[in-house]
């Protein structure tokens, strides 16, 4: 494969897979229908009762009690915390989103750290958290890194993986200056990233258990230790927070696929299958056990069609969410306002703006 120095360079430092690539490329060259491949193959039924509980309502007794077991976890040194920051930087015109000022003067990340630095003091305990950062964020999220680690909140990066677009017929695909397109191929990522950079068996030797998971465009998916107090109560190895569906929610929702309750995403669903029959969406913010993830996982990678400089180009990603079909999960379901803001674009971030900057004030993560 000829390849010019800085691709090559992006390629070996960030796991570039060739013979996965040269896999896919072939089942693209035999006019293989990997699109229908993404469906599901197998019954599909709505979760039984106790596989989705909600979190216990703020001001109880219930919820008093699953926040002070959590905030004595972290206390413990038993809670981290991953933030997702990957994928490609392109919605905030090539500024990478986790740095996009969004309230107070603070990006994405910072609020997120403030967050988390928060809880750590409240606690009185030191809580690490990991950074999954790829090939276009890993430079610009680094300095954020090496500016805001401290003792009380340790912040290491761990890239997630590479790979390089293909056109649909299974060449390699080049933009419109001929040059080769990679990509980050996804959130599932996640445990392999952390694997790869040491960081769960540095979180289990100092004696850590529990990682909470989170997007760093879901400012509202704070590290509360009631969630962490409803994981270790309901004693899963991943619990998967739900909200109710809105109009226009598009992804996954918790079913049973099988006979295992897992997270599924919505383009797998068949078009027989009446998605909704699902009442809740995934928030794709979790509470694992560090130990349940300390392998790797078969996770699939799905056929995605893009747009690239106008023309179609394919690449291959795989889904955190995933996780859920090779572990018991907890489906918690939990209040939107409180625990999903998600921001994807600009648009996004103008109408949110308003209900971004008082929860952010609310919770003490801008002045």
Known sequence: M????????????????????????????????????????????????RELLPLAASGGQMRSGLYDNGLKAIQKGWVGAVILAGGMATRFGGVVKAKQVVAGG?????????????????????????????FATDAAIREVAAARSSELVPITCAPQFVSLRLTPEGELFRDAAGALSPYAPGHGDLTFALLRAGAIAKFRGAGGRHLFVSNVDNLAATLDPAVIGAHMFYGKPMTAEQVRKAPGDQGGGPTRLDGKAQIVEGFRFPPSFDQSQIEVFNTNTFTVDARAIDRDFPLPYYYVEKQVDGRPAVQFERLVGELSAHMPVQFLEVERAERFLPVKDPEDLGARRPALEALLKARQMIG
Do not use: H
């Open 106 to 134: 603070r990006s994405f990340l910072e609020c997120k750290l403030a967050d988390l630095e928060n809880v750590a003091r409240a606690a009185g305990a030191p809580i690490p958290v990991w950074i999954m950062t790829s």
């Open 2 to 49: 000829q390849l010019d120095p800085g691709t090559r360079e992006v390629l070996e430092r960030f796991g570039f897979d060739l013979a996965r690539l040269t896999a896919s490329a072939a089942a693209l060259a035999r006019g293989d229908d990997l699109r229908a491949a993404n469906y599901t193959r197998g019954v599909l039924e709505p979760l039984r009762p």
